[in-house]
């Protein structure tokens, strides 16, 4: 079975301060893709970045970045220049042939100011 | 821009009840899902629709039956409200998953409490 795994349930940082979040992924596939959402107080889920599988080339979104190893099975994301607005819940999910979503239990990010 | 819209946002129910949530989506989307939020875990899918009219069970279907008249509504039905069933309940959309870059879009949740 496709699992996705966040190591870190929390993590807070200084505003301005750079910090990368962990994610983890098992599957048997070649071709798939994966995702970071945030889930802010508000609770809205809101996509952050998005990543396939088969590009080599580390997706980037303005203060966001990935860094995606698929020979580990890793996609950490990092934040750099954080800011009050990016503390939220994060979640990595991924996405196979099924075209399903596979979640992690997330992690959540606190900015102190 | 609606986008993914819910209701209700908040509902207490007693154990036995039943009720219905509604989503509504206004971006034409073939795909359309329900999950729910646990503390401590990641969004699990209850049910999910490939187009009006077909609907399928995700990873935890049980208590919970679905319906997709139209396009743009998924409705999530609980027969008789259990306390296990106490979560927070997301919508999502997408366009078809024939590109699996598509992401999906969600709603703002309704909590429900059964008491």
């Known amino acids: 079975a496709q699992t996705v795994t966040q190591s870190q349930p929390e993590m807070s940082v200084q505003e301005a301060e750079t910090v990368t979040l962990s994610c983890t992924y098992d599957?048997?596939?070649?071709?798939?893709?994966l995702f970071w959402y945030k889930q802010p107080p508000s609770r809205q889920m809101i996509l952050v970045i998005r990543?396939?599988?088969?590009k080599q080339q580390n997706a980037t979104e303005n203060r966001f970045s990935v860094n995606f190893q698929k020979a580990a099975k890793s996609f950490s994301l990092k934040i750099s220049d954080s800011q009050l607005g990016d503390t939220a819940m994060y979640f990595c999910?991924?996405?196979?042939?099924?075209?399903?979503?596979?979640w992690g239990a997330g992690t959540k990010l606190i900015i102190k100011p | 821009n609606a986008g993914v819209t819910q209701t209700p946002k908040f509902r207490v129910l007693k154990t036995g009840q039943s009720m219905t949530l509604l989503c509504a989506q206004d971006?034409?989307?073939?795909?359309m899902y329900w999950y729910r939020q646990d503390p401590g875990m990641g969004l699990r899918l209850i049910h999910y629709?490939?187009?009006?009219?077909?609907?399928a069970k995700g990873e935890v279907p049980d208590g919970y039956n679905v319906s997709r008249l139209k396009k743009q509504n998924f409705l999530l039905g609980l027969e008789s409200a259990a306390p296990s069933q106490t979560s927070v309940y997301f919508c999502?959309?997408?366009?078809?998953?024939?590109?699996?870059?598509?992401?999906?879009?969600f709603g703002d949740g309704t909590r429900l409490s059964i008491l």
């Open positions: 999502a959309s997408s366009y078809s998953s024939r590109g699996l870059n598509q992401p999906q879009h």
């Open positions: 971006m034409n989307h073939e795909y």
């Open positions: 629709s490939v187009g009006e009219g077909t609907t």
């Open positions: 599957t048997s596939e070649n071709n798939y893709y």
């Open positions: 990543q396939e599988a088969y």
């Open positions: 999910a991924f996405k196979d042939s099924n075209y399903q979503l596979i």
